[in-house]
């Protein structure tokens, strides 16, 4: 199917409030939860470099994407930055912060070895497996400065919501 824009979220509080705001329809739960419009489809993946490598697999396997687009939350080493600040870690001068990001298969809580700004579990598994025929952007909202606590999904899904109008440009709706 010709689509113009692939999103990827690992976790479906990342995916609602895009799901909403694009007016996507869930067109499969499995082997991965899936939803599009004429012009995008959304994958939630799970967490983790598995998950994200399989869906983008399978997604790419059905849809044709001029741009892919990785939207999710990412720890930070920098205390000072407010959770539900939002980055992008691919491209620099997008009227947003740019950021450094590393990816890792667990939670990490210290910073000792980190040498990037921001830390996810998904987005260099995502900028590895998109083809560079497809146009990838990494878009990551603070949630935590790499503390043990989890995230509430009402919080994710406000850090997502709040963020959808700086990167809703990069979304292509025509040729």
Same mark, same amino acid.
């Given at each position: ?28 739960? &499995? ?18 470099? &598995? ?53 890792? =298969?667990?939670?990490? &809580? ?9 830390? =996810?579990?998904?987005? =260099? ?51």
């Amino acid at each position: 199917m010709k689509i113009k824009t692939l999103i990827h979220t690992a976790l479906v509080a990342e995916a609602k409030p895009i799901i909403g705001h694009f007016k996507l329809t869930c067109t499969a739960k &499995q082997p991965f939860n899936l939803y599009e419009n004429e012009h995008m489809a959304l994958i939630v993946s799970g967490m983790g470099n &598995q998950n994200t490598k399989e869906a983008l697999l399978h997604a790419l396997s059905l849809y044709e994407p001029c741009v892919a687009i990785n939207i999710g939350i990412a720890g930070c080493v920098d205390r000072s930055v407010a959770k539900g600040t939002l980055f992008c870690t691919t491209h620099e001068g997008l009227g947003m912060p740019f950021a450094s990001c590393s990816s890792y =298969d667990g939670a990490v &809580q210290k910073a000792l070895h980190v040498k990037t700004t921001l830390v =996810d579990m998904e987005a =260099d598994t995502f900028l590895q497996t998109v083809p560079n025929t497809i146009k990838p952007y990494v878009f990551k909202i603070v949630s935590d400065h790499l503390e043990d606590t989890i995230p509430s999904k009402t919080d994710v899904g406000n850090w997502v919501t709040k963020s959808i109008k700086l990167w809703e440009k990069y979304v292509r709706h025509e040729p």
